[in-house]
């Protein structure tokens, strides 16, 4: 089955603080792995991509990191602010196949 | 440009009623795709449309259909609603089918009583 295990389910950081979210998939054959925001009441949002022949994407506060051998990437937020507070959901596909979403984590940052 | 419309975007049945929700894509755009969203389930891919096709279909029950009319406008239908099918419906739309990047509606959030 192609799945996406995404973890922590919940997430809180103190305002300026390092976010990291962390996801595993199991199908090798993925070659495109989006992170999507999503707020409440709004449906998510691409926030941003990364393919494996790169092992880290960053764009502006947002990187993400890919560990090919280990078939985990994860979302860092640098600097993280009380507007980041969201829900983040990692995903996965291959090809023109449908995108494989985690269950999301509902990050909270504080002040 | 408009982005992705979805109504209606509250709705309250009874279990064993139907319910039909509509997604109206962004102009230019042919490909709809529809999501479930629970909260213990993230992002359930329900099924696809492209050129008034269903091009792919997840693992839902034959109660779960749609169609997708020729202004690539679409619908999904529920028939003999669970308490169970209460979850978000989120429909996001593409240039091309499975195209990276997809957009998606605000959802129309669904309670069956």
């Known amino acids: 089955q192609q799945q996406v295990k995404q973890s922590p389910q919940s997430l809180i950081v103190q305002k300026g603080g390092i976010s990291i979210i962390n996801c595993a998939y199991e199908n090798t054959a993925f070659d495109y792995f989006p992170w999507y925001q999503q707020f409440p009441g709004k449906g998510p949002a691409l926030l941003i991509a990364i393919r494996p022949d790169v092992s880290e994407k960053k764009e502006g506060r947002f990187t993400i990191s890919f560990n090919k051998s280990a078939k985990q990437f994860s979302l860092h937020i640098m600097d993280s602010q009380p507007g980041d507070s969201a829900t983040y959901f990692c995903?996965?596909?291959?090809?023109?196949?449908?995108?494989?979403f985690g269950t999301g984590t509902r990050l909270t940052i504080i002040p | 440009k408009a982005g992705v419309t979805q109504t209606p975007r509250y709705l309250i049945k009874t279990r064993g009623q139907q319910v039909t929700l509509s997604c109206s894509p962004i102009s230019g755009h042919r490909s709809v795709s529809w999501y479930q969203q629970t909260p213990g389930q993230g992002l359930q891919f329900l099924f696809e449309y492209f050129s008034e096709t269903q091009r792919n279909k997840g693992n839902f029950p034959g109660r779960f259909s749609g169609r997708q009319f020729s202004n690539s406008r679409s619908e999904m239908n529920v028939s003999t609603l669970e308490l169970g099918d209460s979850a978000l419906y989120l429909c996001?739309?593409?240039?091309?089918?499975?195209?990276?990047?997809?957009?998606f509606g605000p959802g129309t959030r669904l309670l069956v009583l």
């Open positions: 996001a739309s593409s240039l091309e089918p499975y195209q990276e990047t997809q957009y």
């Open positions: 995903a996965g596909s291959f090809g023109n196949e449908k995108l494989t």
